[in-house]
């Protein structure tokens, strides 16, 4: 159904990777198209009265590949895509080739600014960039790394940077701060030792050893997939309860072997169990739900009485440690650099209070803190 609507400055008429419901002419005022990137936005360009938003619906484009934010008090209306997709296909042949023409013309404009924008993005690890260094380390530690028996790959500190930058043209700064939150998730750790020029100076990083590259690979695959795919970019945006729930998950298949499809089956009940102990939740479909929105797939099969829930560990562990890294490049970008000293945020569980000293978990029944030992029946006085 159509409609008019008027929007205040400052307010969305739609996000990036929204779905496309209505084709938007803007009756007056003018709005400003960007890209949200994380706590900013990067601005593309400036609409206003005549002008028209959402065409692409017609040719079968589904989300917003950017968002749009009222610059003025704005007057819209907005007809339903599907009304004008029947008026488009009933339209003169030569009329329908000129749309399709114009359109496909603004679609290539659009991602020549888009392209622009986002190499002006003066952030440390800029989103399009972020592929691009975890790929990189993928590569060349793959290529040129020693494969230990452990299945750990070492590489050599400064042949990883010369390397990366000769090869890839990664700047080896960007390639340190990426190595840095690798280590910080304990998913790499660094060889230290004296440079062989400064035997006198302080430790170095003389090496990187890769515990698991394949997490390495599984990151920047998914988000080179669902960041350059329109419309999928949602899916990179961390959801905090079902990332604990992906943890709940991992943890049951643990002491499980997968099977020869690498597949593990766990009890509903058990899982329902320790989310509830672990984070509070009532287990319920629409949680599995949100999982596959983020691209979290799982299986619930019947087997007899039990229902169990069937899933690819491997899969799910890429998945929770790509929200995991992608939480850290968040804080690289806002600091500037990667804290390796910064103290991990202790979880607390529902129903229990946080210690004023070391921020750990306790019962109102505790007069004394399990991990640091601090009163708490004197610091609650």
Known sequence: ???????KKGEFLFREGDKISHLIFIQSGSVNTCLNRGKKNLDLFQMSTNQLLGEMALFGQ???????IAATETKTFEAPVDAMKEQYEAAAPLFKITIKSLSERLKLALSE????RMEKDASPCAEDQIAKVFGTLFHASSHKGEKQKDGKVEMPWLQLKQYSMRVFGESPK????ACHILVKLKLAEYSMGKAPDNPDGPDEIQAVTFKNLSIVEGFFEFYQYHYFKSGKSEILKPDETVSQLVESILKLAEPLTPDRFGLVQVPFTQLAELAKFEIGLNLNNDHFTRMENKGVMTKRRSVGDVVQIEFE??????IFFTWKILREIEKWNEKGFVD???????KIKKGECACPQCGAGYKETQKFCAECGTNLVAKAS
Do not use: G, I, W
Request: no cysteine; charged share 35%; glycine share 0%.
């Open 1 to 7: 159904m159509s409609q008019q609507k008027t929007y």
């Open 62 to 68: 589904s989300t917003h590949n950017f968002s749009a």
């Open 113 to 116: 600014v888009r392209s622009s």
């Open 174 to 177: 960007r390639l340190e701060q």
């Open 313 to 318: 560990p491997k899969e799910l562990r890429n």
């Open 340 to 346: 390796l000293d910064e103290k991990e945020e202790k």
